[in-house]
């Protein structure tokens, strides 16, 4: 909730996000700041290999305006150029 109140429309956010629950919250993160007008992007740590939870929230991503990364090679590139970061 916090999260949500405090990223106004057009702000830029990596959302990293693992394979448990809590990459599955990560994602869920990502969905709902993107909806609310957020410019997403998301790291994946662990490329495919994502079940239930996590699983279906990477599945809606892919069909939205969220860019997805599979690894962290490049998240130094990123990091400046972004307002927030959620892990």
Same mark, same amino acid.
């Given at each position: 909730?916090? +999260?949500?109140?405090? +990223?106004?429309?057009?702000k830029k956010?990596?959302?990293?996000? &693992?394979?448990?629950?809590?990459?599955?919250? &990560?994602? $869920?993160? /990502?969905?709902? =700041?993107?909806?609310?007008? /957020?410019?997403?992007? +998301?790291?994946?740590?662990?490329?495919?290999?994502?079940?239930?939870?996590?699983? !279906?929230?990477?599945?809606?991503?892919?069909?939205?305006? +969220?860019?997805? !990364?599979?690894?962290?090679?490049?998240?130094?590139?990123? =990091?400046?150029?972004?307002?927030?970061? $959620?892990?």
């Amino acid at each position: 909730r916090v +999260v949500r109140e405090r +990223v106004e429309k057009g702000k830029k956010v990596i959302v990293l996000a &693992g394979k448990g629950n809590n990459g599955g919250d &990560g994602l $869920a993160i /990502a969905r709902l =700041l993107s909806r609310r007008g /957020a410019d997403v992007t +998301v790291f994946l740590t662990h490329g495919d290999f994502y079940i239930g939870d996590a699983a !279906i929230n990477r599945e809606i991503l892919s069909h939205m305006d +969220v860019e997805i !990364i599979d690894g962290t090679d490049e998240i130094e590139y990123y =990091l400046p150029l972004y307002d927030i970061v $959620a892990v």
